[in-house]
């Protein structure tokens, strides 16, 4: 006993056998041990990554690992510690005014998501402490709490279940937020529990928390007075899950085993990340190079100051003698610190100052987001929202979208279309055009007799009724009962008989799959009303309003290997009759041949045209039969080892020799515009894969539907059933089917070109690929470490060679491994994840980019996205329209940002050499300073915001000309090395046309001679000239901020400049300014020179714009050239009330 204490104490158990204790209602058990209450975390959900106290030391750290913050912090110190040529401040200020915007920024994106988990939190729950109801924030609930939890609540933490108000000791949950599955499962209370919680001594022993949905192992000891424990075994059936919700159940009572961070749902998150765009990783490439350009500028400086100064007369010429603490100071130190004050004079080549203007692009262009109407939802009334402004430009360079099925690809809605009895088409119309709601057209073949017989009918509507685990929830006060968030209103039924002997017209129908529910809503259009199910009697109310009853004998459960189901029931009469439903190529073998080809053209044809096709088939089962069956069930369902290989057996042999009746075809809704997004994705060069825990006939014919598979398209299968057909190891099979595919999709196919797309020729074949969670875990995970690597690298290659990949039956974690393959494999593609639910949480965490729809399915996946979207037809826009523009604003954002510091420091470079390498800067320190931040700000902010080089409509009508951006076209060393040397050109340009004007220095009417700082002033006005009008150049969607920014920003400087200079400043100890605009004004031939250097710099890009025809006929709709180059092309875009229009120059 001690020793046990001690164990529980020290925690030894949990340690020793990875298991934990958990004490229900934190009781002692038995009651007369002392309890000691194990330490577990408490409920509470973080997905923020800030706190109050760690914002500062996290956000500062996090934004000095970027290059250009730590460089500008190091020339800060350097200014404030060596004596340099420049004020600390022209330095400090932008650093100071970059880090604070961009800490503002991304604090109040953190409070947003502090917001979110606070109304996660702090929602109110019912706890039973000492038989009394209590409300307690959810953060409050601990390991043992007794939760009470009512209908259509969902659950707070991962509870085990104790009490149900139903008769029955069961419960329904729909688990829509976890896996995606809307269906209703059935979950059990723990055997021999008292019904007075209050009175309850047990203890539960389960495992330690991990990730998997679907298993659950533990124990539970219920202790009563002087008896021994009562032991009863718990599973994943017993267990709540966090994120569930609680459906046709009243109210129940659980015990909380895992909370907060250790509840399955947490578990299958991804850990926050820091995501960084390419975009950012191509600016800090650029400035290294442009960090080796300024080291290289100061030691060229450094040196040759030194070799001029060994001339004899140069060191300490007669009106400069060195003072004796310079005579006295080391030569290396000197050249050390004069290497320094260089650094400081050219380190406004590295544009601080880009870093604020990229962040506030990105955080004020995420607006346009959300205030876009056209993805408003009137439905739930909302529009889009952005939870990372950093990704922006990331939508417009996605490689592969991966997306989730169930509610992001389709509404998880399903609806009876259909249906074939012995070949006879019935397709559902207006059901009262004919007494018995039948109405057939197209029969297959042309008969006199349009219809099966009556007697067929009868059978086929009965197989409906019966084979099936759906159950009856009675409508409400209302009449209408609300389930799966759908009003389930049936059409108006039809009948011979007085309405007042049917029941009542509204009732819900729960069911483990949707479909299940469409097929019996089917058969009740048609006349045949499922009642319900009362301990094991089925009640079918018929077309003549006869109750028909039946005993439920057994239920052969679907399962993903067999893909059928079967019940076997017991008709008033006596008779045994077993019912069938199932995929077709599961059902066709076990049926008589004959019978097949009357109904094989409609499967195929309904299979085609996306709907799920299921047949339904019956058989008689004499005594003996049933018996043999009977027993060989009870005998399987009692086996402890291979359980489900034993009643496969069984199942296997008892659906032989069946008669095939007919098939159904049930529709399960695509969102709007579904295949129209995934057809415009795939022509944007954009890989689509599916990723789904859903069935893989089910996530197949969806595919059909949006056209992610066609006709023509050659599926390539790796599931559990194809890796079972060769009859070898599975392993084997594998290896073998990954070597063919890989012949057929790779090694035969014709090179593609630009991307894998579909293929319009009929000369390419198309590949679709399929795999489910079971095969892929086998690929990822094989046995040896080489075999590994081996199958992924083949997965992978064929995967990049199929149109479409579909992994089916997929965990939270799967999904995120596949994105983390894709995501880390050859040429590190840019991906992105799109889903509606907490079981897309981890993919989308994992992804680049990460996109949640506000669904049916909660709001885990909106909370933990970069971008959420009301439906899935928007993803369209937000790629192909805004993502083109928001990569193209912020490529020609960054080059001309390193173009006009480089414009901007060459000259200083320059002066040098005529200065002595005496570190003399050509500007004014208020020159230096304002430059980046006021001068040239201003207009290209407003470019990158506003620019629109082809119109929002163009873009989305061709698909194709997102394919131009593709792998960061814009920032590649090419675009680069153009920008870089028309900077150094410009360059040149200013410095050298005013040297020549220097020639005569005496430009003044009265003979006076123009100093320093007048030159200085006259390359520094042609400069800012120059760089604010080639950005005017390139712009070709005007608004009135453009104009107002562009004209402002010049107006600004020759304002301030007249300002700066005009006024004696009593701060200041010399004014080196003075006047000086005013006087270099007053020359005739400075305004020469300044005009005819700014018409120079431009005329090679004016001359471009001329010179530059449109080719071909749909030079307008198609031929748009990107400004990858820099320069513009011939059309600019006008802004009318509310269309844009094309202004051609020829």
């Not at 194809?722 to 990954?738: A, F, I, K, M, S």
């Not at 400004?1123 to 011939?1130: D, E, K």
Request: with cysteine; hydrophobic share 40%.
């Amino acid at each position: 006993m001690l020793r046990r204490r001690l164990n529980r104490l020290l925690g030894g158990d949990e340690r020793r056998v990875d298991s934990r204790t958990i004490y229900v209602g934190h009781r002692s058990c038995p009651a007369n041990e002392a309890f000691i209450p194990p330490k577990f975390c408490d409920n509470r959900i973080v997905s923020s990554k800030y706190t109050v106290w760690n914002f500062l030391p996290k956000n500062l750290f996090e934004q000095f690992r970027r290059i250009a913050n730590f460089y500008f912090l190091i020339i800060f110190l350097v200014q404030v510690i060596v004596d340099t040529p420049t004020s600390p401040v022209t330095s400090g200020l932008p650093l100071f005014f970059v880090i604070t915007v961009t800490a503002i920024k991304q604090g109040y994106e953190d409070w947003l998501r502090h917001k979110a988990d606070n109304e996660v939190n702090k929602c109110p729950v019912t706890v039973l402490e000492d038989g009394r109801r209590m409300q307690k924030e959810s953060e409050k609930i601990k390991v043992g709490d007794v939760l009470e939890v009512e209908e259509d609540e969902t659950f707070p933490c991962d509870l085990i279940l104790l009490q149900s108000s139903r008769d029955d000791d069961t419960c329904f949950v729909t688990t829509a937020s976890l896996d995606g599955e809307s269906n209703h499962k059935t979950h059990y209370t723990v055997p021999d529990t008292e019904k007075d919680l209050e009175s309850l001594n047990a203890t539960i022993e389960c495992e330690q928390p991990q990730p998997d949905l679907y298993k659950f192992v533990g124990r539970m000891h219920i202790y009563k007075s002087n008896q021994e424990p009562a032991v009863r075994s718990l599973g994943p059936e017993n267990l709540l899950l966090k994120g569930a919700t609680l459906k046709n159940t009243q109210k129940i009572c659980g015990v909380a085993v895992y909370t907060g961070m250790e509840t399955k749902m947490a578990l299958n998150y991804q850990g926050k990340s820091q995501k960084r765009s390419a975009v950012e990783k191509s600016i800090n490439a650029f400035l290294l190079v442009y960090l080796c350009i300024l080291v290289s500028k100061a030691l060229v400086c450094t040196v040759l100051k030194y070799v001029w100064q060994s001339k004899p007369g140069q060191d300490e010429p007669w009106y400069n003698e060195k003072t004796q603490r310079e005579k006295d100071t080391n030569m290396y130190l000197k050249m050390f610190t004069d290497f320094l004050s260089f650094m400081v004079l050219f380190n406004f080549i590295i544009p601080v100052s880009m870093y604020v203007t990229v962040e506030m692009q990105k955080f004020l262009g995420s607006f346009f987001i959300t205030w876009d109407k056209d993805f408003y939802d009137p439905e739930i009334e909302e529009g889009a929202l952005v939870n990372t402004s950093d990704l922006n430009e990331e939508l417009g360079q996605v490689e592969y979208v991966f997306t989730d099925k169930t509610g992001t690809l389709t509404q998880n809605n399903m609806e009876f279309i259909e249906c074939c009895i012995d070949g006879f088409q019935y397709k559902y119309r207006d059901a009262s055009s004919e007494l018995d709601g039948f109405c057939a057209t197209d029969g297959p073949v042309s008969k006199l007799q349009q219809k099966a017989g009556r007697e067929r009918e009868e059978l086929f509507l009965r197989a409906l009724c019966l084979c099936h685990t759906v159950q009856v929830k009675e409508s409400t006060e209302q009449g209408q009962s609300q389930v799966d968030g759908q009003i389930t209103q049936i059409d108006g039924l039809v009948g011979d008989g007085d309405a007042s002997h049917r029941p009542q017209e509204q009732r819900g129908f729960i069911a483990s799959s949707p479909d299940e529910v469409a097929l019996v809503k089917g058969a009740m259009r048609y006349g045949f009303t499922f009642l319900g199910l009362e301990s094991k009697t089925m009640k079918i109310l018929n077309r003549s309003n006869d109750v028909e009853i039946y005993e439920l004998l057994h239920v052969l459960n679907f399962d993903p290997v067999r893909r059928r189901m079967s019940v076997i029931v017991r008709t008033k009469s006596g008779d045994t009759l077993l019912f069938c439903k199932g995929a077709d190529s599961s059902i066709f073998p076990r049926v008589r041949q004959e019978e097949v080809e009357r109904i094989r053209l409609h499967v195929e044809r309904n299979a085609t045209e996306g709907y799920r096709t299921l047949c339904v088939a019956y058989k008689h089962l004499s005594a003996e039969e049933y018996a043999q069956a009977d027993e060989g069930l009870k005998e399987a369902r009692l086996a402890l080892q291979d359980r489900e290989e034993k009643l496969m057996a069984v199942y296997n042999q008892v659906e032989t020799g069946m008669s095939l009746i007919g098939a159904t075809a049930v529709e399960d809704r695509l969102q709007e515009e579904a295949a129209e997004t995934m057809e415009a994705l795939q022509g944007a060069g954009i890989n689509v894969w599916v990723l789904t825990g859903d069935k893989m006939e089910t996530a197949k014919s969806t595919c059909y539907a949006c056209r992610l598979f066609q006709r023509n398209t050659e599926l390539l299968e790796l599931t559990v059933r194809t890796l079972e057909d060769g009859g070898r190891r599975r392993e084997e099979r594998l290896h073998e089917l990954l070597l063919e595919y890989h012949k057929k999709a790779v090694q035969d196919a014709p090179p593609a070109k630009g991307g894998v797309t579909r293929s319009w020729s009929v000369a390419n074949q198309d590949y679709g690929f399929i795999i489910d969670g079971a095969t892929l875990s086998m690929v990822l995970n094989s046995s040896t470490e080489s075999n590994s690597s081996r199958y992924k690298n083949l997965f992978l290659q064929i995967c990049q060679n199929c149109t479409a990949v579909l992994c089916c039956r997929m965990a939270p974690l799967q999904k995120a491994q596949i994105v983390k393959m894709v995501k880390n494999s050859k040429g590190s593609p840019i991906t992105l994840s799109i889903g509606d639910g907490a079981n897309d949480v981890s993919m989308i965490l994992e992804a680049h980019v990460g996109i949640g729809i506000k669904g049916k399915e909660g709001r885990q996946a909106v909370r933990n996205s970069d971008y959420a979207i009301p439906k899935l037809k928007h993803l369209k826009k937000l790629l192909l329209a805004h993502g083109h523009l928001y990569y193209v604003r912020i490529a020609h954002l960054v080059q001309y940002f390193f173009y006009k510091n480089l414009c901007f420091i060459l000259p200083q470079f320059l002066y040098q050499f005529f200065c002595g390498y005496s570190q003399q800067p050509l500007y004014d320190a208020a020159y230096l300073t304002m430059y980046n931040i006021c001068f040239t700000s201003m207009p290209i902010l407003a470019y990158s915001l506003l620019e629109q080089h082809i119109c929002m409509e163009v873009l989305l009508d061709n698909a194709t000309l997102y394919r131009e951006i593709a792998k960061n076209a814009m920032l590649r060393w090419g675009p680069f090395l153009y920008w870089t040397l028309l900077g150094v050109f410009h360059g040149l340009l200013f410095f050298f046309g005013v040297r020549f004007l220097f020639s005569n220095s005496a430009l003044q009417d009265n003979g006076q001679v123009f100093g320093n700082w007048s030159y200085g002033t006259i390359v520094f006005t042609v400069l800012v000239f120059t760089v604010t009008l080639k950005l005017a150049l390139d712009t070709r969607h005007w608004t009135w901020i453009n104009h107002f920014v562009i004209w402002g920003s010049l107006a600004f400087y020759v304002f301030f400049s007249f300002f700066w200079g005009g006024i004696i400043w009593p701060f200041l100890r010399q004014q080196r300014l003075y006047f000086v605009f005013a006087n270099m004004l007053s020359s005739v031939t400075a305004w020469l020179v300044i005009i005819l250097l700014i018409v120079l710099s431009l005329l090679p890009e004016i001359l471009l714009v001329v010179f530059r025809k449109p080719r071909g006929p749909h030079a307008r709709q198609m031929k748009h050239r990107l400004p990858s180059s820099g320069t513009s092309t011939i059309f600019m875009l006008s802004q009318t009330a509310s269309t844009h229009s094309f202004s051609w120059s020829d």
